[in-house]
């Protein structure tokens, strides 16, 4: 079965610092393009942060550019996010998912994406 299992999530005061992790499960991440997505209650899915398979290429929506860090580890094949200067705003369950593209597929919100995991829970309140 493939799958990813995401840890890291929790609650955290505003100003405050998480890191994701999502380890993949039955595929090799090497071969895909991989990205974080979140979804807010009463909000649609939208792509948060999307890495190449194939260089060092990534893709962050504006609202989290210079505060969020995406990256990957193939030989422990698991993918972070790095979330520093967390706002409330942040607050969201957060799904890892794998796909073919990653600009597309985090523009898309994750609709061109394949593999999922069931997603953390991150809640940024004083």
């Known amino acids: 079965q493939l799958r990813f299992v995401e840890s890291g999530g929790g609650l955290v005061q505003p100003g405050g610092s998480l890191r994701l992790s999502c380890a993949a499960s039955?595929?090799?991440?090497?071969?895909?393009?991989i990205g974080w997505f979140r979804q807010a209650p009463g909000k649609e899915r939208e792509g948060v942060s999307c890495?190449?398979?194939?260089?060092?290429?990534?893709y962050y929506v504006d609202s989290v550019k210079g505060r969020f860090t995406i990256s990957r580890d193939n030989a422990k094949n698991t993918v972070y996010l790095q979330m520093d200067n967390l706002k409330p705003e942040d607050t969201a369950v957060y799904y890892c998912a794998a796909g073919t593209d990653y600009v597309r597929g985090c523009q898309s919100g994750g609709t061109e994406m394949f593999i999922w995991g069931k997603g953390t829970l991150v809640t940024v309140s004083s």
């Open positions: 890495s190449s398979s194939l260089d060092a290429s990534t």
């Open positions: 039955g595929f090799t991440l090497d071969y895909y393009a």
